[in-house]
């Protein structure tokens, strides 16, 4: 029996394999293009534009940067490339991936630990790394969902957590358009990059 195509063609000419990724196949240009076009919370925000998985991605970096200010530069970009795994196999909402069940989360580790090899990272980072990051994301759906999802303060705190105090927040989220969130995504990137 044939198997069914498990690759995808990316604008860089790359056939990435989603079964089995490889961290040659995979270019930053692809990542910034494919997340700039995935929208947060299935496309259910406030705004001309949908809130892309890269604003959300910058985002992250930031808040965690700001936790973490004495933290490498390599944690930084893993916070950067969070979500990196979206631009192929796109951004399910929390409900959406328990009923899939744990196939999501295998092929998410997989594209992910080629990710992070192809921009030399760990193919995966500690725990403790993780879950600082997690704490960021977490804080980052909080912002969203607050002003750009239609959720009450109550509603996100349940669900995200109560943000505390001590770290600065922006002051509004402005989903924009996505030639413009990709072109800061990847200045940060190359920044990043340059510094590890």
């Known amino acids: 029996m044939k198997q069914p195509r498990a690759w995808q063609r990316m604008l860089?000419?790359?056939?990435?394999?989603?079964?089995?990724?490889?961290?040659?196949?995979?270019?930053?240009?692809?990542i910034a293009h494919g997340l700039s076009f995935v929208a947060r919370w299935n496309g259910q925000t406030m705004g001309e534009y949908a809130y892309s998985?890269?604003?959300?991605?910058?985002?992250?970096?930031?808040?965690?940067?700001?936790?973490?200010?004495?933290?490498?530069?390599k944690w930084q970009l893993a916070a950067l490339l969070h979500d990196a795994p979206e631009y192929v196999i796109g951004d399910m909402i929390s409900p959406v991936k328990a009923a899939v069940g744990p196939g999501y989360a295998d092929l998410?580790?997989?594209?992910?630990?080629?990710?992070?090899?192809?921009?030399?990272?760990p193919a995966t980072i500690p725990?403790?790394?993780?879950?600082?990051?997690?704490?960021?994301?977490?804080?980052?759906?909080?912002?969203e969902a607050t002003q750009i999802a239609g959720f009450s303060i109550e509603e996100s705190n349940k669900l995200f957590g109560t943000p505390s105090d001590n770290i600065p927040l922006p002051a509004t989220l402005n989903p924009r358009p996505p030639m413009e969130v990709k072109a800061e995504f990847l200045r940060r990137f190359e920044e990043l990059s340059a510094a590890l």
């Open 108 to 121: 998410d580790d997989r594209l992910t630990a080629a990710i992070h090899i192809r921009f030399g990272l």
């Open 53 to 73: 998985v890269t604003e959300h991605s910058v985002l992250v970096e930031r808040l965690y940067t700001a936790s973490n200010p004495n933290a490498p530069v």
């Open 12 to 30: 860089s000419g790359r056939r990435l394999d989603l079964l089995d990724p490889t961290p040659m196949d995979i270019e930053i240009e692809d």
């Open 127 to 143: 725990a403790a790394v993780k879950k600082q990051i997690k704490k960021a994301d977490k804080l980052s759906a909080w912002l």
